[in-house]
């Protein structure tokens, strides 16, 4: 998939660290996995939307975010805990529902 991002400092973060290569985890309809980016919140969000990326303080992860999570209520989209979010996937992001924990995710710049 492709992904824009916003001009945000945790977006400018994520943008210096790729190229990026992990082991998805997935929770529901969020998949997320570690990135070598420390940032605390930065206009962090609580509920996110469908193509939402953003990356979760906490667990120094990137969040792909394309339905709800266990911790939603209704069907708004709600990560774990706060997010920044730093960009959105481009096309339709529940293709991503096929991706396996511990799958492999590689981000890199185009």
């Not at 266990?70 to 991503?96: H, K, Q």
């Amino acid at each position: 998939m492709t992904a824009g991002l916003e001009n945000t400092d945790t977006a400018n973060l994520v943008w210096d660290a790729l190229s990026i290569e992990a082991a998805a985890s997935t929770w529901v309809d969020e998949i997320y996995f570690s990135i070598d980016v420390f940032a605390g919140e930065d206009d962090a969000r609580e509920t996110v939307g469908m193509g939402d990326v953003g990356f979760w303080p906490p667990g120094q992860a990137l969040g792909l975010f394309f339905g709800p999570t266990p911790a939603s209520r209704g069907d708004e989209i709600r990560p774990a805990s706060p997010v920044n979010v730093n960009g959105r996937l481009e096309g339709d992001p529940r293709v991503l529902k096929a991706v396996q924990s511990g799958s492999p995710v590689t981000v890199r710049k185009s």
